[in-house]
């Protein structure tokens, strides 16, 4: 984005605090602005009736078809997407993103930029990498365990870490095996936060 099709113009001051509109080619952005942010699945089990009702400025993802905004601000549709079912795991411990990022020297390069139905498909999806798995499992080799029992406890299509961690996320191909993923992975880890996600 250029400076020249960027404005901000103030509505109201309280003392220190103050709200506006920052104005841009794609549009108009209260600030403050209030979001639901998805983390640890919290938007996506809930309906979006209820995220409505928060208030919310920026609704995310709700629509029945597979969709794709991309970086021209083009929103792209693709029929006959084959559905998963995401297991989430959180651990009792969290990573500190900062140390993981302080030691990380190269990203690898995006292979999203550009929306087309290869992005759903299983096989290149399961040959994807997040590049921060490894200097996190060196610095918290519990989180590799857990992935790792993960992997061969249960036969997912694959497993990812989320970020920068502490999440995992395990994809399977039917509610049921995900389901049974959830419930054996409950009694081994009785102090870690799991949910079986809704189907995406």
């Known amino acids: 984005m250029t400076l020249k099709k960027f404005t901000f113009n103030v509505e109201s001051n309280d003392h220190l605090a103050r709200t506006g509109i920052i104005s841009t080619h794609r549009g108009d952005i209260r600030t ?12 996506k089990a809930t309906f979006m009736d209820d995220i409505k009702e928060t208030g919310s400025d920026v609704i995310l993802g ?3 078809k597979s969709q794709i905004l991309n970086s021209k601000n083009e929103i792209k549709y693709f029929d006959n997407v084959k559905k998963i ?3 989430i795991v959180k651990p009792s411990f969290g990573c500190s ?9 190269k990203f690898d390069k995006a292979k999203f930029n550009k929306g087309n ?9 399961r040959n994807m990498k997040n590049s921060l798995e490894p200097v996190t499992f060196s610095k918290y080799p519990r989180l ?11 036969n997912p299509i ?7 961690g502490s999440a995992l996320v395990a994809y399977f191909h039917t509610k049921e095996r995900c389901e049974h993923a959830k419930k054996r992975f409950i009694q081994k880890y009785k102090n870690m936060w799991c949910i079986a996600s809704k189907t995406i």
């Open 32 to 43: 403050p602005a209030f979001m639901p942010v998805g983390t640890q699945a919290t938007v």
């Open 62 to 64: 709700f629509y029945q």
């Open 85 to 87: 079912y995401p297991l």
């Open 97 to 105: 993103t900062k140390e993981i990022y302080s030691k990380f020297r």
């Open 117 to 125: 139905k290869k992005m759903f498909d299983l096989s290149f999806l």
């Open 144 to 154: 590799k365990k857990i992935k790792l029992y993960l992997e061969n406890s249960f």
């Open 158 to 164: 694959f497993v990812r870490m989320t970020g920068s």
